[in-house]
Nanobody, 123 residues
Framework: QVQLVESGGGLVQAGGSLRLSCAASGRTFISYVMGWFRQAPGKEREIVGTISRSGSSTYYVDSVKGRFTISRDNAKNTVYLQMNSLEPEDTAVYYC????????????????WGQGTQVTVSS
């Protein structure tokens, strides 16, 4: 098990930027693939972006490609989500997740979850 704590959410105007951080506990951070998910009111949770153990491979949902960037610092046990050109449709609770083996494109790869951080984009 790994404990995940998200930070960096908040209120931002459309077109603005935010950077989310997720700090992981434990010494085995590099053994996990990491991801960011989001859930808007009345909608199912969806993948936003995922990253491999080394950081060499990433996956993004089409709606955020070119605007969001996921990265990780294995020395700091931290994964980031840089969000640019934010839109009101990006408003959601954002969750950090960790997983063992499995494709980066599948939510079933991830079985450790943080508590979430709220991102609100005003128009």
């Amino acid at each position: 098990q790994v404990q995940l704590v998200e930070s960096g959410g908040g209120l931002v105007q459309a077109g603005g930027s935010l950077r989310l951080s997720c700090a992981a506990s434990g010494r085995t951070f590099i053994s996990y693939v990491m991801g960011w998910f989001r859930q808007a009111p009345g909608k199912e949770r969806e993948i936003v972006g995922t990253i491999s153990r080394s950081g060499s491979s990433t996956y993004y949902v089409d709606s955020v490609k070119g605007r969001f960037t996921i990265s990780r610092d294995n020395a700091k046990n931290t994964v980031y989500l840089q969000m640019n050109s934010l839109e009101p449709e990006d408003t959601a609770v954002y969750y950090c997740a960790a997983g063992g083996s499995g494709p980066l494109t599948s939510a079933r790869t991830f079985d450790n979850w943080g508590q979430g951080t709220q991102v609100t984009v005003s128009s």
